[in-house]
């Protein structure tokens, strides 16, 4: 019987203990081994609750543990690439929270340690795993619609609280709805595409307070007839509808990426062709994340997502920050 793999959590953030931790108890090939905080105490906390055997004062230490096999990063955005690569260096495969880095250059960087010690370190999008997700791709990459001329993506949630504590509106660590709602539009509209846009011009509302935007939309061209558009902000309930129109037809997603029970998660309309509906079954896409890196560390296949660039998100996220600043376009 092929024994799970060893996985050590590097901090206590809510997503992890909330959201991913849950998760990992129902994947696959995958031990909840130990937990690492800056607080000791914190950290026997959480193992504590989730029965695991192991807690950590310090992130080295973790690392240093030759039982931990894997790590999950769920640390603040300005931290990711220092800990992706110490993990790797460390003989560690990594799944860290998107974005992966604050630019293009970090993510170069964390590819080249990558390549360098042979580890797997992937982004954590679960919204890849979402099966209505999948199944858009699936479609709008079949040709069924022709050739794609407009995608348009949004992500969004209502942040009730402006507290200056809270990591997503500290500007020095990464704060700013961009780095964390706007990434899964711009992912999600990449694998829509097949490829990423050679241009994007940006509006953002930004918040002098903070110094972070807390909500934007962008035009993404991708050249060869195709744009794009995307929306993110702190501002809206959660999530919105995505769109795909082609020369033959169109994809419609009226509730986004998830549906209530009963009600159809796309419609395809192809000239010539009756309405389809599709209403794919919900999975947890935290769970298939995690199961899909363990059972690649086993050797059983490659990580579903294992080709997709880390860099390329970055390289849209720059220029989007970039064309904020300077009000104009700016080339990818």
């Keep these: 019987m092929t024994e799970p793999v060893r996985w050590g959590i590097m901090g206590t953030a809510r997503i992890a203990t909330q959201r991913v931790m849950p998760a990992m108890e129902n994947a696959r090939l995958t031990a909840l081994v130990g937990i690492a905080s800056r607080t000791l105490q914190k950290a026997q906390d ?9 807690a950590y004062g310090s992130y080295e230490e973790m690392l240093e543990d030759p039982e931990i096999e894997a790590v999950y990063i769920p640390l603040p955005n300005g931290f990711h690439a220092e800990w992706c690569i110490k993990s790797m260096r460390a003989g560690k495969h990594v799944l860290c929270e998107k974005p992966i880095t604050l630019n293009a250059d970090e993510a170069r960087q964390i590819e080249a340690v990558r390549d360098e010690t042979g580890m797997y370190c992937l982004e954590a999008y679960a919204s890849r795993f979402n099966p ?78 903070f110094d972070v935007d807390m909500s934007g939309s962008a035009v993404l061209d991708y050249g060869g007839g195709l744009l794009g558009t995307i929306q993110w902000g702190f501002n809206a309930p959660w999530g919105g509808p ?91």
């Design 46 to 54: 959480v193992a504590e609750s989730f029965g695991m055997p192991k």
């Design 132 to 209: 209505i997700q999948q199944q858009a791709v699936e479609i709008t990459r079949s040709g069924q619609i022709g050739d794609l001329r407009f995608i348009h993506t949004i992500s969004t949630f209502y942040m009730e609280t402006h507290d200056p504590d809270n990591v997503r509106l500290r500007a020095g660590i990464g704060g700013g709805a961009l780095y964390d709602m706007g990434c899964y539009a711009i992912d999600a509209q990449r694998l829509l595409a097949g490829r990423i846009p050679q241009s994007v011009q940006a509006t953002m509302d930004w918040s002098e307070r």
């Design 242 to 332: 995505f769109s795909v129109l082609g020369e033959r037809g169109s994809l419609t997603g009226p509730y986004g990426w998830g549906a209530p029970e009963g009600k159809a998660a796309m419609l395809l309309r192809v000239e010539g062709e009756d309405l389809q509906e599709f209403a794919p079954e919900q999975t947890n896409g935290y769970t298939s994340e995690v199961q899909d890196l363990s059972e690649a560390v086993r050797g059983e296949h490659a990580p579903k997502y294992v080709d997709q660039s880390l860099v390329e998100n970055m390289r849209v996220i720059d220029a989007l920050y970039a064309s904020q600043q300077s009000g104009r376009a700016e080339e990818v």
